[in-house]
C-alpha cells in the first residue's frame, strides 16, 4: 500500500521527490540531530517487555488484535511482535519505535477493554444479580431488563463464569435498581415475596452485606450484620434470625478458644 505524500518515510522508502515529502524529510533530520546533540535520541527501545505486556493482556482476555485496535497502532506490527515474519522467515521484533511501545503499554486489562464474548469471573456479577432478588427483584425481571434468556437466567445467578457483555450489563442494572423498591416500581407483592423467599433459601446475602470495594472480590465474605467477623457478630445473626456466617463462627470458636485458655 503506497504511504501517503507528506511524511520522511515515502521521501526515504519510494523516493518520493515532491515538496510535501522532502520537506517531511527535512524538518525530520532537523529534529533528528536535535535530539541527538541533547543526548536524547532513543530511535528504538527494547520490544521483549512489550511482547510480555501483550501477552499478559492475552491472558486476561484481550486479544492482540483488539490490543492493536485499542492502541491504534497495526496489527501486522503486533503480529511480527509476537509471531514474527513467517514469510521472510524473520523472528519475532527484537527492537521498535518507542512511540508504538508506549502505546501498547498503555492498554490495561480493564473491563471495558475486553470483547464482549469473553468469559470471566462470576463473583460479582452472582453477588449484585443475587442482592437484588432478595430485595424482591423477581428473577424473570432481572432477565428481562437484561435481555438474557429466562431459561438461562437461572445458570447466570450462580455461574462461576460469566460473559463480559453480562458482566456490564449487571453492573449497569445493579447501579439503577438497588436504591428502588420493587413494588414501588410497579411489581406485584406476591412476586417480589416469593423473590425474597427464594433469595433467603439459598442464603444469598443482600445488598447492604457489600461493599464497592467487596462486592467483586471472590476472597470477600458478605457482611450481614455490620459486626461479621467478630463474637458480636456471631450473635447479631441470631437475633436477626440469619444463620451465622463463616467469619462469625471463626470468630465465635476462637473466642471461645481464649476464654477456656484463661
Known sequence: MARPHGTSAKYHLEACRCLPCSNAA?????SRRRVIAYGRWQPFVDAEPVRAHVRELGEAGIGWIRVAKL??????????????DRP????????????????????????DNMGARVSIDGTGTRRRLQALAVKGWPQSELARRLGVDRGNFGRTIVSDLIQVSTVRATRALYDELWRLDPVE????????????RTAA???????GAWDDDTIDDPGACADWTGQCGTPEGYRAHYRLHIP?????????????AQLKAA
Do not use: F
Open 26 to 30: 527535512a524538518e525530520y533530520d532537523r
Open 71 to 84: 492502541a491504534g497502532v497495526s496489527t501486522g506490527g503486533v503480529s511480527k511482535l509476537l509471531y514474527g
Open 88 to 111: 521472510r522467515n524473520l523472528g519475532p521484533t527484537r527492537r521498535m519505535r518507542p512511540h508504538v511501545a508506549l502505546a501498547l503499554l498503555a492498554v490495561e486489562p480493564t473491563l
Open 185 to 196: 416500581q410497579g411489581i406485584p407483592a406476591h412476586r417480589a415475596n416469593s423473590a425474597r
Open 201 to 207: 433459601k439459598h442464603q444469598w446475602a443482600p445488598i
Open 244 to 256: 451465622a456466617c463463616e467469619p462469625c463462627r471463626h470468630a465465635q470458636a476462637d473466642h471461645r
